[in-house]
């Protein structure tokens, strides 16, 4: 989860969890949530103009039948954040031809390939058109990536930006979606440009897609300001939002200057770009999870639902350990997983959020070494049979003790939490219900 939203959930756990809800408490949580959004970056008049909307609305409005003061004020900060952070979610799929466009090194032509491989999943047919051909490498990275999706894509072999976008647009009738990579530049760069609006005339897109880094702050939303006037943006691509605290500031400051976020970056991965939907993004910020979007991953993946439902349940084997964490990081990082699960993202122990892929290698080997019974009662092994289980597996004693021991923890959490029962009844699902949620 992106470092602002963490620190959102953390608060909004520490103050809406106390046993006594009052003005003081609304107060410090609003307070609170000004400095988390203001170090974030977002627009000072944004952060006050949502500060003044929950004070008053928590103050002044007349609790709903059935709401406690808690779960009412859960809501306005929910329904708030949602309204700062764009309304609606907004589909592609039925797009026909998409041109990307932003500034230098934003991640566009990875993001061409992300694109690709999201219509994929979807059962349709990309196809890549390259049209950088100002960054020397460019070409060759689209290139890799289209052979790594097995997607086809067309390049000019005179490196010219408009018969590339004229010769693979005929090429690709027949493709479902043509996806159109073009050169990175300055919004200033006045030849650039030029070449880029008579692209777009060229290409006639019906979606003009502009990719921006979240580690550009608010100053994404004047990006986005700028090429809207130069070519008339339809959306835009939000990327880098795995790794930066100012990514609500990104998503803030394009919803305020009215371009639309559609996608975002979650990761360096193909896989890993999602498409934006600002209920579920808050609903994950909150700490209420996200089983729609668990449950379509799970579905992208190999990984089976009823499979993945035994780990969240904590009825699992050390075998079952291994294939679902194994399993569900191939779904992407296991943080953002978590964070899916209500309850389950704030108390998961960091060594297993962050659980390495030759880790993962080594707990094979040991689970391989294991008998039957082993496996499935792991309370028998003790000293001599970690020894032996250590040699077999050709790791040392302390490897086999670290896998046992993130095993019980795991199960632990998972049973303090409550399982997958939990998310079907108590105040949890109650208000979830509320807010039209479904776990």
Known sequence: MLDFGKKITELVSNILGRSTIDKDAIEELIKGLQRILLQADVDVKLVYELSNNIRNRCFKEKIPTGFTLREHVTKVVYEELVGLLGKEKSDISDKRRIMLLGLYGVGKTTTAGKLARYFQKKGKRPALIACDYHRPAATEQLKQIANQLNVPIHIDDERNPYNAVKEGIKRFEKSDVIIIDTAGRDTLDKELSQELKKLGEIAKPDEVLLVIPADLGRVAGQQAAEFNKLVGITGVIVTKMDGTARGGAALSSCYATGAKVKFLGVGEKLDQLEQYDPVRFVSRMLGMGDLQ????????????????????????????????????????????????????????????????????????????????????????????RVKRIAKGAGVQEKDVRDLLKQYELTKKVIKKVGGTASLKRGQLAKLAKKFGLKF
């Open 293 to 384: 979007t668990l449950m379509e991953k799970i579905k992208e993946s190999e990984l089976k639902e009823e499979d993945a439902k035994r780990i969240i349940s904590g009825k699992f084997t050390l075998k079952d350990f291994y294939d679902q964490i194994a399993g569900m990081q191939k779904m992407g990082p296991l943080s953002g997983i978590m964070e899916m699960i209500p309850g389950l993202s704030t108390t998961l122990p960091e060594e297993i959020v962050h659980m390495q892929e030759e880790k993962l290698k080594k707990y094979k080997y040991i689970i391989d070494s294991m008998t039957k019974e082993e496996r499935e009662n792991p309370e028998i092994i003790h000293a001599s």
